[in-house]
């Protein structure tokens, strides 16, 4: 059983930074790319960050360039998500899941809320 759990949201000044984590199990980690995705309050789920299986390719949506880096240690089966100079845009719950950049179908974790607010 494919089991994700998201971890490392709160609340953070505009302009902070936090590192969320994804915890994977119930298959194998390396042999899967990842993605983050994220849904705000009344909007549909967004795809904001992908990584190869490998470590070695990664995507970003246009939202987020720059100020989030996406990464994953697959000794640890960890996904990570760096993200910096936070908006209160970037309010939202974030969910890391299986799958390339921009397929938003599959099994989620509980998810981590951030919340970007002075």
């Known amino acids: 059983e494919v089991q994700l759990v998201e971890s490392g949201g709160g609340l953070v000044q505009p302009g902070g930074s936090l590192r969320l984590s994804c915890a994977a199990s119930g298959f194998i980690f390396s042999n899967y790319a990842m993605n983050w995705v994220r849904q705000a309050p009344g909007k549909g789920l967004e795809c904001i960050s992908a990584i190869g299986s490998d470590g070695l390719t990664t995507r970003y949506a246009d939202s987020v360039k720059g100020r989030f880096t996406i990464s994953r240690d697959n000794a640890k089966n960890t996904l990570y998500l760096q993200m910096n100079r936070l908006k209160p845009e970037d309010t939202a719950m974030y969910y890391c899941?299986?799958?390339?950049?921009?397929?938003?179908?599959?099994?989620r974790g509980q998810g981590t809320q951030v919340t970007v607010s002075s």
């Open positions: 899941k299986q799958g390339a950049f921009g397929q938003l179908v599959g099994v």
